[in-house]
């Protein structure tokens, strides 16, 4: 049964890569990598290090990438530079990137007065294949036997496509690191609680039978809201039919409503009838309460009680970043998550340690567990109706 929760100890395998810290969107970007380097030094200050096993990554290599990328894309993100797209002005180049939707921005951008969602950065190649290199680690260390949960923190840019940038996303590491499990795994679970649509994970695997991809987010219908794709109605085609599950909602999502009301229902119908031998999770933290972008009230504890949900499961879990934009509650969430993952969760103080980024949680008291609003503006008809939506097409799965 889904609900096996259990004591077990889980051995768990643990990706960072100090060499993502430093990388740049730019000084106004809402995208900031140093939110894993906060999340790094506050699982460390919390003493959970010691209850993992850290390892090194390498980065993947542009073999690795093409696996799912074009040869064109892939030669772009190796070839462009601040320098020679910016400044040297190479019309070839520039053509390529357009192309690839790289640092051009789109139509609403344009009008936004020139805010780039994928910029060309300084290191980009250098970051792609390190936060992909630590996704398909994982994925190895899973396939391998060598671990019961893998996290990847860097990993998780579920908008990327294989022949062009969006949303914050350059290369695509969770659609690498499935393709990596299927190679050992008859059937991949993938499940996206980032607020944003998992889109890039989806249109990929949505004729493939052996992959289930789940995506949980905002979705305002003729209000957009990005990526703008992901309604009830899409269900995969072909041999991958009621094989993706879109659960679109309202701004303002409360832990009651997420958890209680859809993801524990919808996720133990998924689980008994798509039965998965592997479940990959990304953990976008933009679905947070006080959020930057998101919108929605879910607290630390709400989200991860989704981590802890399929960690009871007893299924071979790979848990990845994603989005995230208000950088202090980020690090809260996924250290805390990383505590879940190791068991420990109940053990850790409130009282976020003294360490050195100590003073970005001062907005939030210094503590783990930031309050969120207790007053709810969602409407039970409302969840009743997404839910039902979800589990009428759950009951097309294996018809
Ligand atoms: C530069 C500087 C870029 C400030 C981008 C918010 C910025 C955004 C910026 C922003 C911003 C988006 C769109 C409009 C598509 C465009 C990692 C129709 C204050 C996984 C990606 C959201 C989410 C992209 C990524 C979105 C993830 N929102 N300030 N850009 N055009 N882009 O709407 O799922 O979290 O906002
Ligand atoms: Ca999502
Ligand atoms: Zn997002």
Not at 125 to 134: E, P, S
Not at 283 to 299: M, P
């Amino acid at each position: 049964s889904p609900s096996c929760g259990d004591g077990r100890k889980r051995n768990v395998c643990y990706y960072y890569d100090s060499g993502i810290a430093n990388v740049d969107y730019g000084a106004e970007h809402v995208m900031v990598p140093r939110r894993v380097a906060m999340t790094h030094a506050l699982v460390a200050s919390y003493g959970l290090l010691p209850h993992m096993t850290r390892l090194r990554t390498t980065p993947a290599t542009e073999h690795d990438l093409r696996a799912f990328h074009d040869d064109g894309y892939v030669r772009l993100l190796r070839d462009i530079s601040p320098d020679g797209y910016y400044r040297r002005h190479d019309n070839n180049i520039r053509a390529r990137a357009r192309a690839c939707r790289v640092g051009v921005p789109d139509e609403d951008e344009e009008a936004d007065g020139g805010h780039y969602d994928n910029p060309v950065i300084d290191g980009l190649w250098d970051y792609c294949l390190r936060y992909a290199g630590g996704s398909l680690a994982a994925a190895r260390a899973l396939a391998a036997g060598r671990s019961d949960i893998a996290i990847n923190w860097s990993g998780g840019m579920h908008h990327a496509c294989s022949g062009k940038a969006s949303g914050f996303c350059y290369v695509n590491d969770i659609v690498l690191a499935i393709q990596h499990l299927l190679d050992t795994f008859a059937r991949v679970l993938y499940v996206d609680i980032d607020v944003h649509h998992g889109d890039g994970v989806e249109e990929h695997f949505k004729g493939d039978e052996r992959v289930m991809t789940v995506s949980f987010h905002r979705y305002d219908g003729d209000q957009y809201f990005f990526p703008g794709t992901g309604k009830a109605g899409d269900v995969g085609e072909g041999k991958g039919k009621y094989r993706t599950l879109n659960v679109p909602m309202k701004a303002g999502m409360d832990d009651a409503s997420y958890l209680h009301s859809l993801f524990v229902p919808i996720m133990d119908t998924v689980m008994s009838r798509f039965q998965p031998d592997a479940v990959v999770l990304q953990c976008g933290a933009d679905s947070l309460y006080g959020d930057r972008l998101g919108g929605f009230n879910l607290s630390v504890s709400g989200h991860a009680a989704c981590v802890s949900y399929l960690r009871s499961c007893n299924v071979p879990l790979l848990l990845l970043g994603g989005g995230g934009y208000t950088v202090n509650h980020v690090a809260s969430c996924w250290c805390y998550e990383t505590a879940v993952a190791v068991g420990k969760e109940e053990e850790i103080p409130d009282d976020i340690p003294h360490h050195g980024y100590e003073h970005y949680y001062r907005d939030q008291g210094y503590k783990l567990h930031y309050p969120v609003p207790k007053k709810s503006s969602i409407k039970k008809e409302d969840i009743d109706k997404i839910k039902q939506d979800a589990l009428a097409n759950l009951r097309m799965l294996n018809e």
